[in-house]
T-cell receptor, first 112, second 114 residues
Framework: GENVEQHPSTLSVQEGDSAVIKCTYSDSASNYFPWYKQELGKGPQLIID?????GEKKDQRIAVTLNKTAKHFSLHITETQPEDSAVYFC???????????FGDGTTLTVKP | DTAVSQTPKYLVTQMGNDKSIKCEQNLGHDTMYWYKQDSKKFLKIMFS???????INETVPNRFSPKSPDKAHLNLHINSLELGDSAVYFC?????????????FGSGTRLTVV
């Protein structure tokens, strides 16, 4: 089955700095790469996603880049704010597989 | 309007009891899921349903029995609860099955078995 590795497991940055979280995957048939943000006491929320025919996608301060050859994709958060503090999960999906496989999560702390 | 709603939010029960968690989505999605999040925050798929049909049963003990009366509802019944079942259970839905789509998660049910 699909194996998804996410790094780092914890990340601490100063407010205003950038944060980068990276995921690698094993199944070359994977074609969907979402990122979720989970705040304390809540369910994960989709914040950005990318499909395999695109190399980069941006939405205001967040961006995702995909390298299909190397089988890795990354979440980039610029100008971090304290409200960005949360657990971030990458996930990988394959059409018709019926599920997404999640990484183990990264706890991001943004210090004011 | 809550898109994916789960009840109850908290559940504390004794070992050996049977309990149910209910989930409803008002997004018109075809596919629904149960995920388990353990104390380390890892998210693991348990079941997925597409249009009321079971698609994935991810080696979950048969004490766990999902039921989907219609495509807007997916319930989870757990028999003979064990200490190791303590976790947060998330229901989620997505637009379709053949193509991949992002999930909308509920707010979770924190199950504590004592």
């Amino acid at each position: 089955g699909e194996n998804v590795e996410q790094h780092p497991s914890t990340l601490s940055v100063q407010e205003g700095d950038s944060a980068v979280i990276k995921c690698t995957y094993s199944d070359s048939a994977s074609n969907y790469f979402p990122w979720y943000k989970q705040e304390l006491g809540k369910g994960p929320q989709l914040i950005i996603d990318i499909r395999s025919n695109v190399g980069e996608k941006k939405d205001q301060r967040i961006a995702v880049t995909l390298n299909k050859t190397a089988k890795h994709f990354s979440l980039h958060i610029t100008e971090t704010q304290p409200e960005d503090s949360a657990v971030y999960f990458c996930a990988v999906g394959v059409a018709n597989a019926g599920k997404s496989t999640f990484g183990d999560g990264t706890t991001l702390t943004v210090k004011p | 309007d809550t898109a994916v709603s789960q009840t109850p939010k908290y559940l504390v029960t004794q070992m050996g009891n049977d309990k149910s968690i209910k989930c409803e989505q008002n997004l018109g999605h075809d596919t629904m899921y149960w995920y388990k999040q353990d104390s380390k925050k890892f998210l693991k798929i348990m079941f997925s349903y597409n249009n009321k049909e079971l698609i994935i049963n991810e080696t979950v003990p048969n004490r766990f029995s999902p039921k989907s009366p219609d495509k807007a509802h997916l319930n989870l019944h757990i028999n003979s609860l064990e200490l190791g079942d303590s976790a947060v259970y998330f229901c989620a839905s997505s637009q379709g099955f053949g193509q991949t789509y992002g999930y909308t998660f509920g707010s979770g049910t924190r199950l504590t078995v004592v």
